[in-house]
C-alpha cells in the first residue's frame, strides 16, 4: 500500500498581483511501514511538550491558535509557538532517515487583477491538483504496489468538488477534468489506486500534519527564489530532507516538484534555488 498525504498553500510572489498569485499542492508519499515510522517521530517530539501527544502542529503554527484556546491549552500554545524553530527543526532531522517521497506541484497564476485570480482559482488549482497527481501516478506505476490511495487535507468550501472530479476522472479514464490532458500514467484505476481520494482534518492527523510542515518548507523556498527572503528555516529544513524529493538530485524538477509554466521568472529562479540544495 501506498499512500499520499497532501495538501495546499498558496503564496504572493513579486508581480504585484492583489492577492496570491502562486500555489502550491503537495505532500509526502509513504508506505504502510514508513508511514507507521514517522508517525512515531512526530509523537515523540510531541511528547516532549506533552505527555499525550494528542495536539496539532502545523508550519504556520500561530493559525492553530483558536484549536488550542478552545480546548483549554494555551499554556501548550505559546510553548510550542516559542520553542517552534527547535520542534520543526528536530522532526526534519529525525524524518531525513525515514524512507517517504515529496511529491509537489507549484503553479503561477496569470493576471495580477483580484477579480481576474479570483475567476481563474479553480481552474489553477484543478491544475496544480492534476499536475501533483499525475507524478504520484507515474510513482506508483514504478514501484508497482497492491494498492494506493490519496488523503488529502479537508479543503475549503468549493475545492472538494474540484479535488473530487479530477481524481474521478483521472482514476476512470486517465484524463484531467477539463478533458485536455492525457495522464502520463494512464487510468488510475490500472495503478491499484482507491476509486475515490479520501479527506481527513490535519487537526487530527499526524501525516497530514508533517505534510503541511514539508509544504511550508518548499513555500520559504520559493520565496527565496523570488528574493522575498534572504534565507529562511524552510530553505535549511528543505535541505535535510532533499534527498526525499522525488528524482533527487538530478531530476527532481518535472517529477518531485513540477513548476508551471515552464518558462518565466518563476521557474527560472526556482530551479536554481532547487539545484543548490544539492551543492
Known amino acids: 500500500m501506498i499512500r499520499w498525504y497532501a495538501d495546499n ?3 504572493q510572489g513579486v508581480w504585484e498581483a492583489e492577492i496570491p498569485d502562486i500555489l502550491l499542492f503537495g505532500g509526502i508519499a509513504v508506505t504502510e511501514h514508513t508511514k507507521n515510522e514517522l508517525y512515531s517521530i512526530i509523537r515523540n517530539v510531541k511528547s516532549i511538550y506533552k505527555s499525550e501527544a494528542d495536539f496539532p502542529i502545523k508550519w504556520n503554527f500561530r493559525n492553530l491558535q483558536k484549536y488550542y484556546q478552545d480546548h483549554g491549552l494555551m499554556n501548550l500554545y505559546h510553548k510550542l509557538l516559542k520553542d517552534s524553530d527547535r520542534w520543526r527543526s528536530v522532526i526534519f532531522q529525525e524524518t531525513s532517515r525515514v524512507d517517504f517521497t515529496i511529491i509537489s506541484s507549484l503553479i503561477k497564476c496569470l493576471g495580477k487583477d483580484r477579480a481576474v485570480l479570483k475567476n481563474t482559482r479553480e481552474t489553477v488549482t484543478q491544475f496544480a491538483f492534476s499536475n501533483a497527481l499525475m507524478r504520484v501516478g507515474l510513482f506508483v506505476r514504478e514501484l508497482n504496489p497492491n494498492e494506493a490511495e490519496l488523503v488529502l487535507d479537508w479543503p475549503s468550501e468549493g475545492q472538494r468538488d474540484i479535488f473530487n472530479e479530477e481524481y474521478k476522472s483521472a482514476y476512470q479514464y486517465g484524463i484531467t477534468s477539463n478533458k485536455m490532458v492525457d495522464y502520463y500514467c494512464g487510468p488510475m484505476k490500472n495503478l491499484g489506486f482507491s476509486d475515490s481520494a479520501f479527506f481527513a482534518s490535519m487537526i487530527e492527523c499526524s501525516l497530514l500534519q508533517f505534510s503541511d510542515l514539508i509544504v511550508g518548507a518548499t513555500q520559504e ?23 526525499r524529493l522525488l528524482g533527487a538530485p538530478n531530476e527532481v524538477i518535472g517529477r518531485g516538484i513540477v513548476i508551471s509554466p515552464i518558462k518565466g521568472e518563476l521557474y527560472d529562479k526556482a530551479r536554481v534555488t532547487i539545484s543548490s540544495l544539492y551543492d
Do not use: N, T
Not at 523556498?221 to 534527498?243: F, T
Open 9 to 11: 498553500s498558496e503564496l
Open 221 to 243: 523556498m520559493v520565496e527565496v527564489a523570488l528574493g522575498r527572503k534572504k534565507d529562511s528555516l524552510g530553505l535549511s529544513l528543505l535541505k535535510k530532507v532533499r534527498h
